[in-house]
């Protein structure tokens, strides 16, 4: 490929990718497509925007189409086969992303498009990942006391420093994009491994709204498996502690041991305390029964690791055919 025609090629690419997963998302798409669109065609930049339909059981599949028709020059989505969720979707989007920078966001309207234009600002100074921080998060008081919760047990065990991890609205720099695709992981939580990977990371405050329509797709369990997977994904210590806490478990039932054999020897046979026996035993086997749990977890990701089975399959790809080259190889 000749000079000219790798400078052509710079040429055409977008500064600006912007990824949304999509999942049964009929009711919010509309409107998304008028803000977003309006605000992206305001920044006066070359843009892209990639919608990754993640197995939608509604007609969002097809608005996407719709939509891609109105706009195929700035416009690309990509079906999923199947269900894969959120984050896989976003590996997708990343893929197939062709931007210096990389924005994610998503498709509901809690985070509004209008509030790219903070991120870029961010990216323009220098920083190579611009993470979020939602002011007055609209959200239901548990979803906002578990956030906390797993925010504060994340610090404790891990090196991740994010105040809101949450918040999906976040800005990549190209390097930290294709760092984030070598690392070939199955599971993997994006804002935490883009974390690890950026040299001069940074946070913003953005607005949150109310979802504009529909509900979230993230349910109690989902939340859990989620924070499971980035507990493991990135810590070692939840094991080691229960190695330490299981050994001071050990001393202490092993002197336990020692004082009821001596007191059987001193004050003979006695059923009194037969009851707090019990109660201890059954403590002792729901941790034991914790501790199996726990390295269940760490198991599980070598197990899905090891079979290297792709985070998803692409049903279909709607974009424009590149322009053919001139000058050859």
């Avoid at 599949?61 to 891609?68: D, I, K, P, T």
């Avoid at 984030?180 to 883009?194: G, K, V």
Wanted: net charge neutral; charged share 25%.
């Amino acid at each position: 490929m000749t000079k000219q025609t790798e400078k052509n090629k710079r040429d055409n690419e977008p500064e600006l990718s912007v990824v949304i997963p999509v999942y049964n998302e009929e009711a919010v798409l509309p409107e998304l497509f008028t803000r977003l669109y309006g605000v992206l065609d305001a920044l006066e930049r070359r843009y892209e925007v990639i919608f990754i339909d993640d197995g939608s059981r509604d007609r969002s599949a097809a608005l996407l189409r719709e939509q891609y028709q109105q706009r195929p020059d700035v416009t690309r989505v990509i079906c999923l086969r199947a269900n894969a969720g959120q984050h896989a979707a976003i590996m997708a989007g990343f893929e197939y992303s062709r931007g210096r920078y990389v924005i994610t966001l998503d498709a509901d309207l809690q985070n509004p498009p209008e509030e790219i234009g903070k991120l870029l600002a961010e990216l323009d100074k220098g920083y190579d990942y611009v993470g979020t921080i939602r002011r007055k998060r609209q959200d239901s008081a548990w979803r906002r006391w578990a956030s906390r919760a797993m925010n504060l047990l994340r610090e404790r065990i891990t090196n991740i420093r994010m105040t809101d991890q949450g918040c999906m609205l976040r800005a990549y720099d190209r390097d930290i994009i294709d760092a984030i695709l070598d690392s070939h992981e199955t599971q993997t939580f994006i804002p935490a491994l883009a974390y690890l990977f950026a040299g001069n990371p940074t946070e913003i405050t953005v607005e949150h709204n109310e979802r504009a329509a529909g509900e979230s797709k993230y349910s109690l369990f989902k939340l859990i498996h989620l924070n499971f997977d980035l507990l493991t994904g990135f810590s070692l210590m939840p094991l080691q502690a229960f190695s330490l806490f299981g050994i001071g478990i050990s001393i202490v039932s092993f002197l336990f041991v020692i004082y009821l054999a001596i007191r059987r020897l001193v004050v003979g046979p006695e059923v009194e305390g037969v009851f707090t026996l019990f109660a201890i035993v059954f403590l002792l086997i729901g941790i034991l029964l914790f501790g199996i749990g726990l390295l269940g977890e760490y198991v599980g990701r070598i197990y899905v690791q090891a079979r290297g089975r792709p985070r998803y399959l692409v049903k279909v790809v709607l974009q424009q055919r590149e322009a053919p080259q001139q000058g050859g190889e």
